[in-house]
């Protein structure tokens, strides 16, 4: 398998534009979740789905940001307007389905790099 | 609040030396797991300890859970150059699928 794809791995955007992350988690899993990683913050969950539906959204920083899974191969991530203290790592992440226990194994994906003039 | 405190922040040594890495929290939780990340890449999944008092061994790697369930630690045997990387313990939030992340450990293993 792929493993879990993210695109782009690297994004330079202008203060105000809209950005748009995209995640194709591993064909099979049923959980996905975005993160975000800072130097002063560490990595912190945006947003978990299960089975295509948002269960948690309590880590989304502001309405800037939105995400919608459409299908069970496909995410994104967007932020609308951009500002530069959204300059980050995000990553995605799959597992197979976090119902079963919170032993569950999460494979990230190599994250999109962000930063925001 | 649920934190999980990492201790040391960073961590230079010399191939062939031993060293720990600490995780510490004042909550109980119910598992822990160790990530390690390279640069560029997302964090991989190392270990999970669920019982406390366990210990667990990958390698040169030695993964221990507090027997309260607040803390662990990671040993590293003869580190190697490709040890070098940024390490993560994390557990769940109360029990639910959220999980928060440690403060990380910066290692670097000097050839």
């Known amino acids: 398998d792929a493993g879990v794809i993210q695109s782009p791995r690297h994004e330079v955007t202008e203060m105000g534009q809209e950005v748009t992350l995209r995640c194709k988690p591993i064909?099979?899993?049923?959980?996905l979740f975005w993160y975000r990683q800072t130097m002063m913050r560490g990595l912190e969950l945006l947003i978990y789905f299960n089975n295509n539906v948002p269960i948690d959204d309590s880590g989304m920083p502001e309405d800037r940001f939105s995400a919608k899974m459409p299908n069970a191969s496909f995410s994104t991530l967007k932020i609308q307007p951009s500002e530069p203290r959204d300059s980050a790592v995000y990553f995605c992440a799959s597992s197979l389905d976090f119902w079963e226990g919170d032993t569950d194994t999460q494979y990230f994906g190599p994250g999109t790099r962000l930063t925001v003039l | 609040t649920q934190l999980l405190e990492q201790s040391p922040q960073f961590l230079s040594i010399q191939e062939g030396e031993n060293l720990t890495v600490y995780c510490n929290s004042s909550?109980?939780?119910?598992?822990l797991q160790w990530y390690r990340q390279e640069p560029g890449e997302g964090p991989v999944l190392l270990v999970t300890v669920v019982t406390g008092g366990e210990v667990k061994k990958l390698k040169r790697l030695t993964f221990q859970f507090g027997d309260a369930r607040k803390d662990s630690s990671l040993h590293i045997t003869a580190a190697q150059t490709g040890d070098t990387g940024l390490y993560l313990c994390?557990?769940?939030?109360?029990?639910?699928?959220?999980?928060?992340f440690g403060t990380g450990t910066r290692l670097k293993v000097l050839a």
């Open positions: 064909s099979g899993h049923n959980s």
């Open positions: 994390a557990g769940p939030f109360s029990g639910t699928y959220k999980y928060i």
């Open positions: 909550s109980v939780f119910s598992s």
